[in-house]
């Protein structure tokens, strides 16, 4: 702030942040990540969504179990406090728990998406 300057530090990896090209990198850099899950991976941006069409929760911890895997590949690192988990059902869920990271991932009932809030019965 003002005539504040903080110490340089070199990056070796990674996007400029708030770059025009920075998105478009990011998603060429994971390219590769739908491969490895068995759900319908949805890539925009710096965004990524999983969908599954599942009766068995085992499918989708295994997924993020490959996704942890994934990242060690490559260095990088999901941040679980970022990642949501919404079921859309008419019927009600079950209590499931998802983990990344040796963190439950957090539930919620509705999500913004480009401008659009979507929630967990379509209404």
């Given at each position: 702030m003002g005539?504040?300057?903080?110490?340089?530090?070199?990056?070796?990896?990674g996007v400029?942040?708030?770059?025009?090209l920075?998105p478009?990198?990011?998603?060429?850099?994971?390219?590769?990540?739908?491969?490895?899950l068995?759900?319908?991976?949805?890539?925009?941006?710096?965004?990524?969504?999983?969908i599954?069409?599942v009766s068995?929760?085992n499918?989708i911890?295994e997924?993020?179990?490959?996704?942890?895997?994934?990242?060690?590949m490559?260095?990088?690192?999901?941040?679980p406090?970022?990642?949501k988990?919404?079921?859309?059902s008419?019927?009600?869920?079950?209590?499931?728990s998802?983990?990344?990271?040796?963190?439950a991932?957090k539930?919620?009932?509705s999500k913004r998406?480009?401008g659009?809030?979507i929630?967990?019965?379509?209404?």
């Open positions: 005539e504040a300057t903080s110490e340089r530090k070199c990056v070796h990896s400029p942040q708030g770059s025009v920075g478009l990198l990011f998603v060429l850099f994971i390219d590769d990540l739908p491969s490895y068995s759900g319908v991976a949805r890539l925009f941006a710096d965004d990524l969504k999983l599954y069409n068995n929760i499918v911890n997924d993020l179990k490959m996704l942890e895997e994934w990242e060690q490559w260095l990088l690192t999901f941040n406090s970022k990642c988990v919404m079921h859309i008419y019927n009600s869920n079950p209590e499931n998802y983990i990344l990271h040796d963190t991932l539930e919620t009932c998406d480009l659009i809030i929630n967990n019965t379509l209404n």
